[in-house]
Nanobody, 116 residues
């Protein structure tokens, strides 16, 4: 029903940048897509999302540093992460919300590690 393929994680020094990509394959009508992250020993939290109308939402901790964008025709979203710091370390998961279902769909996760 939904397949999310993530790429772009890795190891970077503090102050560096990474770009994450999530490509969705689905027959559902998409409501929104976004990125969540799970730092070591902590719960999963929203990083950024983009709705079908283009409205974006960011966690306060990433505002001004991260930018979410999309290629609507390809059902693909991007997360440009600049000025990374060690607190950004975690597994980043792509999320998709669709019409006609209350279920959340998740990618397999991609590791982002920021060294100090």
């Amino acid at each position: 029903q939904v397949n999310l393929v993530e790429s772009g994680g890795g190891l970077v020094e503090a102050g560096g940048s990474l770009r994450l990509t999530c490509a969705a394959s689905t027959l559902f009508s998409i409501v929104s897509m976004g990125w969540f992250r799970q730092p070591p020993g902590k719960e999963r939290e929203l990083v950024a999302s983009i709705a079908i109308d283009g409205t974006t939402n960011y966690a306060d901790s990433v505002k001004g540093r991260f930018n979410i964008s999309r290629n609507k025709a390809r059902n693909t979203i991007y997360l440009q992460m600049d000025n990374l710091n060690p607190e950004d370390t975690g597994v980043y998961y792509c999320n998709l919300k669709a019409r006609r279902t209350t279920r959340d769909f998740w990618g397999q996760g991609t590791q982002v590690t920021v060294s100090s």
